[in-house]
Structures are given as C-alpha cells and as structure tokens.
C-alpha cells in the first residue's frame, strides 16, 4: 500500500513537472496522513450508514443525501450512478477534524477524510455539510479509490484570499482530483475561489492599459483541476470567482458535468468556465456560465465532446483553441454544441488556431444556438495572436467539417457577424450554414461576412448572406489531407 502512494506521488510529481511551463507546474504533494483508526475496516465513529435515495424513496430531505445519485436520461455518456443496491459509508470532514468557521485551515481534514473514504471497499460518502465554510489550501486528491465515491458539498468551500499566502512555487492549482475514477461532485454548495486579488496583480493583461503590465510571475490557480480520471461526474455546484479557469479537465474520459453554476465577473482575466483537454467522451450540459474568459474552451486533443444546454455569457463564448501554439500539433475532433445561449459575449462559436501549427479539427456542429448582442457570433481565426506580432507561417491546422446550423440573434456590430479567417496555406474545407439569421443588436446591417480561404456551403439563405463560401475543394487538399489526425 505505501509503495503504491509513493508511486502514485512520484507519477504525480513527475506528471506535474512534465506538463509543460504553461498548463502546470511542481509542487509539493503533502504526504497523505492516515487516520490514526484502521479506517479500512472501521470508518468513524458516529459516522451513519447512508443508503442513496432512490427514485421511489425519499430520506430526509435536509440531510446529506438530500440530492440522488446524479443521472441524465438519454445522455450519450454513461455515469457512474451507483444502484440503490448499494449503501454509502459517510465521511463528515468535521468527524476529521475540520471546523468550517472559514478561518481555520481544513485542508488536513479533507484530506483525512478523502483518504479513508478512498480506501474503503464500499462505496463512500464524503459530506462537506451545509451551514459551514471550509477554508481548504492547494491540495491534491489522490485516487484510484477502492470504489466509487460521491463527494457531497452542501457547504462552502473557500480559497485563501491572499495570493502572498500561497507557496511560491505551487500557484498553478487549488483543487486536484488526480486518478478519481467513478468520483461524483455534486451538491448545493459553493465553491468560492476568492481571485479577485489575483485577477488584481499587476502583470495581469487587463492592467496593461498603456501597454505595460508588469513582467514577473503571473500564474494563478485554476480552481478544480482533473488529471487522469475516468467516470467522473460534477453535478449541481455553484463555483465562483476562480483565480484562474473555473474546471479543467486533463486526460479524463468519461465525464458528465451538469446543472453547474460558475460565475466570477466579466472583467476578470483567465477565467474560463470549463476547459477540457486531452480528454475524450465529455457532456456538459444544463448550466450556466458567466465569467471573464471563454464560457467552455475545448484544447488540443479533445475527442467526442458534447455540450449542450449551456447558457454562456458575459464572457468570450464557447471556443475550440487556442490549437497550434508554438508550432505544436493538435487534433480535435467529433464537438458537438447544441441548445446554447450566448449573451453579452466577445465571441459565439469560435474556432482559434495560431500560425504554424499543425494537426486538425473535425466533424464539429453548431446546432441551435442564440446569440444575444454577441461581437463575433460565429468565427474562425487561424490568425489568432496575442502579441499582435505573429508572423504568418507556412503551415496551420486543417480545420474541415464545421457545420453551423440554426444560429440565431443578434450581433454587436464593431465586427462581421461571421468571420472565416483561414489560413492561407490551408483551406479550411467542407463548412455548411444553414439558418443562419444575424442581426445587429443595435446600429447598421453589416452585409459582408469576412472570408479568406474557406470552402464550404450556404444550404439555406443566411442573414448575412455567406456567397463568400468556395465551392468544392482547393486544388492543395492532397497536401492538406496529411494534416488530417483521424
Ligand atoms: C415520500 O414522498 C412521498 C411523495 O412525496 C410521500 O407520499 C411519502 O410519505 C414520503 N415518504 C417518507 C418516508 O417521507
Ligand atoms: C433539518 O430538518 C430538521 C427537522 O425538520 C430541522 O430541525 C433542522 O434544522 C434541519 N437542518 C437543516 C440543516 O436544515
Ligand atoms: C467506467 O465506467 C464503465 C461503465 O460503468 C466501466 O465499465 C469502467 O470500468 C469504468 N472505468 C473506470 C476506470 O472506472
Ligand atoms: C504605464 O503603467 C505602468 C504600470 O502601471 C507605470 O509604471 C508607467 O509609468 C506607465 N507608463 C506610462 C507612459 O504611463
Ligand atoms: C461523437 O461523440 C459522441 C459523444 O459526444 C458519441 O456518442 C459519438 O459516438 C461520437 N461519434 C463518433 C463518430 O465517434
Ligand atoms: C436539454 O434541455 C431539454 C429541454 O429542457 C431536455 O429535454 C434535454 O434532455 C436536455 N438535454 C440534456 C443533454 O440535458
Ligand atoms: C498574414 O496573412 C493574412 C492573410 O493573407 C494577412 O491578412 C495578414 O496581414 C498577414 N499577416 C502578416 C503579419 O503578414
Ligand atoms: C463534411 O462535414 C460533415 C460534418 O459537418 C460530415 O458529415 C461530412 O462527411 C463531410 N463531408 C466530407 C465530404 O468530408
């Protein structure tokens, strides 16, 4: 068992070092404390048996397991619901020892408790209860766990405030669920990343508002971070005020996020919604998104994504990209977007990749989308530069298969309702419109979409209208089919 920890720790660490400057960083794993109790077979005292709810029976309805096991009918992923066979042991963090006064360091007590539920052959409960607020510092969640485990946030999960109270070299991240497989989040509580003094420091883009944000060390933590876990669900939680990205999901498959809220102001910087990665078979559906960066951001690697359901906005909309950065390869691939709303937003759909990447994005649909007072409803930019000073370069990514069906609504009208930027040396291809209707929130009709190298089809009339679309094929496509990924 402890040489087990000790490689988990070791594939952590070295997981973290590995992951590149940007996405992560080194830290120090705290050791895991075991409870002084043979917590295998003996689970704290007091701590009740806890049969789930099923749909036919209903247990008190203010206690912990007010919330059944989550479940989405008809959805294409399947989650981890446990039957109501199975009974749950529960772990109360304050059986742990942890206060919730929201001043008190909790941080050894879910970790405690997280271990021993992790150990424990049944499946378990961990409860954060409602009426308490945990102050929990940088912490990483080990699994794989014995079985598969609900942890239940009915209260408040609070970051520390000051940024100068973080370890130096541990700024990247607050919570970590590495290996969690069959882990469900839910419940009605919040989870408060109290960023505002991060989005505040002075190297941050926004505060470069004569063109000089300070250099130096500007990393900020994302507030739930997932590396490596399969079957994981989130259902139901309140996130707020991240430093950094809200979610970020690494090398997962088989997750289903539902009936989220994530909210933190539309001036603060870097704080997307959900970012998924490296990830494969993801559902996020029925949540809503406000936020200062992208609503979701779909990154290199991603593989049958579908969200739907989604109310985005303020913020920068639901993007796939940035892709290609540094002349890297990327392939994206079966994202699905369906049922959104997107208001007040920079962006709608967006597709951004930089100059000289390669690898592709494919068999993408945008499906009944309302845009309200949106700059760039529908976009894709194989420009995208942050310097402004980005040399165009002979290759890209191969962007093929966008489909864009009924999108609706209004436009801010500062730029073109549609903007297809592809790459000089590679087309994008195969792009269809249908029922297309965008019109300026407020001011002038802007008439001509923006198109440069993009061919595809209107299959209906469009407002704008899209006669910018090529036809057929660019005589290049047997060069461009090598950057294919699938
Ligand atoms: C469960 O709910 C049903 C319908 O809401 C109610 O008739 C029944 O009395 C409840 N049972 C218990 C044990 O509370
Ligand atoms: C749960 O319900 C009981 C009885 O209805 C009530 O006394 C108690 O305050 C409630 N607890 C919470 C946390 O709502
Ligand atoms: C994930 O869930 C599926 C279906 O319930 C199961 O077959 C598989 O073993 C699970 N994988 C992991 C890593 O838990
Ligand atoms: C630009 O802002 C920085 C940081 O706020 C400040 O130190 C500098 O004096 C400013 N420069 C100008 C030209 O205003
Ligand atoms: C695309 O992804 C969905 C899940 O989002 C999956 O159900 C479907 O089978 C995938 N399609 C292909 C062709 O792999
Ligand atoms: C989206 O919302 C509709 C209407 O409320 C519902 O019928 C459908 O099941 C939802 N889809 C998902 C994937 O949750
Ligand atoms: C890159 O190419 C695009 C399209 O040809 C052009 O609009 C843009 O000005 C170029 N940028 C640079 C930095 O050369
Ligand atoms: C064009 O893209 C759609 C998906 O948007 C895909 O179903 C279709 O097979 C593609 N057509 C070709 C010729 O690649």
Redesign the pocket.
Known sequence: MTLTRLTALVVIVSLLFLCGTIDTEARHPHRHHRSPKNTISAPPTGAPLYSPPTAA?????NSTNSMPPSSSPGAPIPTPAPTSANSYLLFDVLAYGAVGNGVSDDTEAFKTAWDSACQEMNPSMISVPKGYSFLIKSTIFVGPCQNIMIFQVDGTIVAPSEPDLWPVNSRRNWLIFYKADGLTIRGGGLIDGRGEKWWELPCKPHKAKNGSASHGPCDSPVALRFFSSSNVTVDGLKVQDSPQFHFRFDQCRYVTVSSLQIRSPALSPNTDGIHVEGSENVLIHNSVISNGDDCVSIGAGSLNIHIENVTCGPGHGISIGSLGKQNSRACVANVTVRNAVIRHSDNGVRIKTWQGGSGSVSAVTFDNIHMDTVRNPIIIDQYYCLSKSCQNQTSNLFVSGVSYRNIKGTYDVRSPPVHFGCSDSVPCTNITVSEVELLPATGQIISDPFCWNVYGMAQTMTIPPLLCLQEGLPRSIMDIDSNKCY
């Open positions: 029976s209903n247990a008190s309805s």
